[in-house]
Antibody, heavy 119, light 111 residues
């Protein structure tokens, strides 16, 4: 069964850093684009970033451009999100999601990991 | 691209139909003929899950009471006969160009 499991969420002070991980299983990880989507408490979904299967194409949402870095290790079936210069407004549940590329959709989501930025 | 959903909430009697509208600020029609518009549902306490992709294709395992329609800038998600398990927040999302954009969400409750 295909599955995504996020980890790494924590409480961090403003200006701090955190690295999230998303471990994939049950499918050929390298064949899929992968995305990060976040959801602030009580709010809607916001797309954050995407990376192509081979890592050659990367995109970011404007609010995180220059502060967050998406990457992947296909040998470890793992997606990462390095988050630097964190702000209070980055507080959210962060979901990783799979994109089969053929239909540009998010057909599998993880359970999410909570990042809280607060002093 | 800005996505606008309506209504933002609805209360539906089991067995009745429900419709959610989603409008995009730009056409989502690609030159390949696909409209890159998805529908997701986030059930209480769960992660989002795909319901409809490319405007009208049902995701695997989604009951046939769910249907998607529309093209260009106007799209609709219809639930033909709402059941208790359909409660949640429904989001449309465009994937034609990054940054992908979600609608605000429509909360569906059962009367």
């Amino acid at each position: 069964e295909a599955q995504l499991v996020e980890s790494g969420g924590d409480l961090v002070q403003p200006g701090g850093s955190l690295r999230l991980s998303c471990t994939a299983s049950g499918f050929t990880f390298s064949s899929y684009y992968m995305h990060w989507v976040r959801q602030a408490p009580g709010e809607g979904l916001v797309w954050v970033s995407q990376i192509k299967g081979d890592g050659s194409t990367i995109r970011y949402a404007d609010p995180v451009q220059g502060r967050f870095t998406i990457s992947r290790d296909n040998a470890k079936n793992t997606l990462y999100l390095q988050m630097d210069s964190l702000r209070v407004e980055d507080t959210a549940i962060y979901y990783c999601a799979r994109d089969p590329q053929s239909d540009l959709t998010l057909d599998l989501w993880g359970q999410g990991t909570l990042v809280t930025v607060s002093s | 691209i800005v996505m606008t959903q309506s209504p933002l909430s609805m209360s539906v009697t089991p067995g009745e139909a429900a419709s959610i509208s989603c409008r995009s600020s730009q056409s989502l029609l690609h030159s390949n003929g696909n409209n890159y518009l998805d529908w997701y549902v986030q059930k209480p306490g769960q992660s989002p899950q795909l319901v409809i992709y490319v405007a009208s294709s049902r995701a695997s395992g989604v009951p046939d009471r769910f249907s998607g329609s529309g093209s260009g800038t106007d799209f609709t998600l219809k639930i033909s006969r709402v059941e208790a398990e359909d409660v949640g927040v429904y989001y449309c999302m465009e994937s034609l160009q990054t940054p992908w954009a979600f609608g605000q969400g429509t909360r569906v409750e059962i009367k």
